[in-house]
């Protein structure tokens, strides 16, 4: 099951940042599409971890 989770959370991530812009492009764009996407990628993969590192820590206090 965690090895399901992990794949299906790879390819959904790597298939959000690789696919296409839907808008036309832009000469003048500051920022590309892709760098903005990983931005937020990022950034949810933080939240995730540090959400999962309370848990653990959580866990630890009460099992101690």
């Known amino acids: 099951l965690a090895f399901l989770a ?3 959370t790879l390819v959904i991530g ?3 940042l690789t696919r296409a812009s839907t808008s036309t492009p832009n000469e003048l764009e500051y920022s590309p599409a892709f760098g903005r ?3 937020v990628l990022g950034g949810l993969g933080l939240i995730a971890a540090g959400g999962g ?3 653990l820590r959580r866990l630890y206090q009460l099992a101690s």
Request: glycine residues 0%; aromatic residues 24%.
């Open 6 to 8: 992990f794949e299906r």
């Open 14 to 16: 790597f298939r959000f």
């Open 37 to 39: 996407r990983a931005l």
């Open 53 to 55: 590192a309370a848990v």
